[in-house]
């Protein structure tokens, strides 16, 4: 049982100090919304599950760039600073072109641009500068649609189950940082010693 304190207004518009209680049954006070409504309508459960998957994706993306980053050049430092400095340009990137090219055009493009530098990066020798400019232009997009792929889910689902949909794209996210550090692992270290 809820209860509302209620003051009622004078006819100047003014509250009195007389207050009352009004009790409200269970679902009039406010409306419970859970999970299942992210699968209330065959839209809804389309969205949910595409955002889940980029929520997924990106994460892994982002973190396996930050984790591998020490296989890329020869020194481990300036690597480090390098790989971190890029998401400021990053973040300034995603917000000044956001409302220009939109937040679905966008998304694609900074993970095609993840995609293509990790890719073009996994050939390389370990210590050319080109593999560091690569893995450094695949941060840059995977720390953009990062930035993107929150705003996106929160502008995609309905007022009444957004934190939802934030809370669980966010758990999501999780699945993807931990598999995250099995993704950027060497070949050679996949074999089981007994």
């Not at 994460?59 to 980053?69: A, D, V």
Request: charged share 15%; glycine share 10%; net charge negative.
């Amino acid at each position: 049982m809820c209860f509302l304190q209620v003051a009622p207004l004078d006819f100047d518009g003014e509250s009195s100090s007389d207050t009352s209680i009004l009790s409200l049954g269970k679902g009039e006070a406010e409306k419970s919304v859970g999970i299942s409504a992210l699968f209330s309508t065959r839209t809804m459960t389309k969205i949910t599950l595409v955002l889940w998957v980029n929520w997924i994706v990106v994460t892994m993306s982002f973190y396996g760039i930050s984790l591998g980053i020490g296989d890329v050049g020869p020194d481990i430092f300036i690597n480090f600073l390098l790989i971190s400095l890029v998401e400021i340009p990053s973040y300034v990137f995603a917000i000044f072109t956001i409302d220009h090219l939109g937040r679905k055009t966008l998304l694609v493009l900074s993970m095609t641009l993840t995609g293509v530098g990790c890719l073009s990066a996994a050939f390389l020798e370990d210590d050319s500068a080109l593999k560091t400019v690569l893995s450094l232009l695949g941060k840059f997009g995977a720390t953009a649609a990062f930035v993107i792929i929150i705003l996106f889910t929160g502008e995609l689902h309905p007022t009444n189950i957004r934190s939802t949909a934030m809370g669980i794209g966010s758990a999501m996210a999780r699945i993807g940082g931990i598999a995250a550090p099995q993704v950027q692992r060497k070949d050679k270290s996949r074999e089981i010693n007994i």
